[in-house]
């Protein structure tokens, strides 16, 4: 069977995506995550201890509910990449990329030969090898590579990374941008204001993808986020979503319990 990427479609088609965001390595949670009706789950393995012996499972929970999923890898890594992809992700998210020589080392990394250096593996992905033809003839064309931009010397370059042929699209990182600028957590700054505004711009003229992380699960502030021109959006993460409604209840306890 032929890989068929439903985001990959959307992006393509210039159509918005939504998704959210996996931190807690449960397979119980990938599955609900996913079966909440998003478009997409980003399996973080860059701030969690999510571990390679975890992640075939939560990717074939999130699949069972019917969302794609990435993984935000740790590193713009030849070996890693190549491991995820081989684990069944969907795509993958790179973290600090900041320039064009990187977003392409990431796409290389991301596709078989002749259009990139990935290692050949009878693994997950392709059935264990059951499904290899096919496997290895659609997923090039079907695998999803982003670029997290999250310093302001990726800022300075963006027309060039997201010239990079076979990247997807790129997904803005505020913290660490607003950090890497010396203004950190300051997301109404000027300075961030036009950094948001290249990379939307950029992105648009190149016809990729562009994604932001809001973290508070709320439907508004989504809203703006597309209308600002972002159409790759991440809504919260499953700590926060666990963590809101835990409190929620508990306040309203309390009210009546003393």
Not at 171 to 183: C, E
Not at 197 to 208: F, N, P, Q
């Amino acid at each position: 069977m032929k890989i068929q990427n439903k985001v990959k479609r959307k992006i393509r088609e210039g159509r918005p995506a939504c998704g959210s965001w996996l931190m807690i390595g449960d397979l119980a949670v990938a599955e609900i995550l996913a079966g909440a009706g998003y478009d997409w789950i980003a399996v973080d393995m860059e701030h969690t201890s999510i571990t390679y012996e975890t992640l075939p499972a939560l990717l074939s929970g999130i699949h069972a509910q019917g969302a794609e999923s990435f993984v935000r890898i740790e590193d713009n890594n030849p070996a890693v990449i190549k491991r995820v992809l081989d684990c069944g992700a969907g795509g993958i998210i790179v973290p600090l990329v900041n320039s064009p020589e990187e977003a392409r080392a990431a796409v290389l990394a991301a596709k078989y030969p002749p259009e990139g250096v990935r290692g050949v593996s009878l693994g997950r992905a392709s059935g264990y090898g059951n499904n290899f033809q096919d496997y290895f003839d659609s997923i090039n064309d079907q695998v999803i590579v982003l670029a997290q931009i999250e310093h302001h010397l990726a800022v300075e370059r963006i027309d060039e990374i997201v010239g990079v042929e076979g990247l997807d699209g790129v997904f803005l990182g505020p913290y660490d941008l607003s950090g890497s600028m010396g203004i950190v957590g300051q997301f109404e700054h000027p300075r961030m204001a036009d950094a948001r505004k290249r990379v939307i711009e950029a992105s648009k003229r190149a016809g990729k993808a562009v994604g932001i992380h809001e973290v508070s699960p709320d439907a508004s502030a989504m809203r703006a986020l597309l209308e600002e021109g972002f159409n790759f959006l991440a809504c919260s993460l499953d700590t926060v979503f666990l963590g809101n409604a835990a409190r929620t209840v508990a306040n309203e306890l309390k009210q009546f319990l003393g």
